[in-house]
């Protein structure tokens, strides 16, 4: 599945719908979407910025807003895959995109704007250099 669209940085995941993620009628909540979109989140930090460095550097993303289009649900039987991506960094914000979907159809798009985030001094700062590097090397090599 996804779309043919350039997606920067992007990471795939295959999921596990168990079965306390499941209503009565057998289908998915809603609220594992946004679980699946911090695990995705998380893998994504995990590769290109680990939480101990940012650490180091007493920073942090937040997030600032998170937007979920539902498009149809996933019920138990299903093997969900999940997509993370770069929509876009400016210095101070960033914009990250989220699909899930099996080999039939997308179930869900989502995305998530934020922030890098000095702990000690309180206060919003740019985003890290090497992300930015890395996110522009990418949109240049599919140009």
């Not at 919003?124 to 990418?138: C, R, S």
Request: aromatic share 16%.
């Amino acid at each position: 599945m996804g779309s043919n669209k350039i997606k920067p940085l992007l990471l795939k995941r295959e999921f596990k719908i168990y079965g306390y993620d499941i209503d009565v009628m057998g289908i998915m909540s809603n609220i594992v979407y946004v679980r699946w979109m911090e695990d995705l989140r998380t893998a994504f930090l995990d590769k290109y910025f680990p939480l101990e460095k940012m650490l180091a550097e007493n920073s942090a993303p937040i997030i600032a807003r998170t937007e979920i289009d539902y498009k149809r649900p996933f019920t138990i039987n299903e093997k969900p895959f999940g997509e993370i991506w770069v929509e876009n960094f400016t210095r101070s914000r960033w914009q990250l995109g989220f699909m899930f979907y099996t080999n039939q159809r997308t179930h869900c798009l989502g995305k998530q704007f934020g922030y890098y985030f000095d702990i000690k001094r309180n206060k919003p700062i740019p985003i890290p250099e090497n992300l930015i590097k890395l996110y522009e090397d990418e949109l240049k090599a599919n140009d």
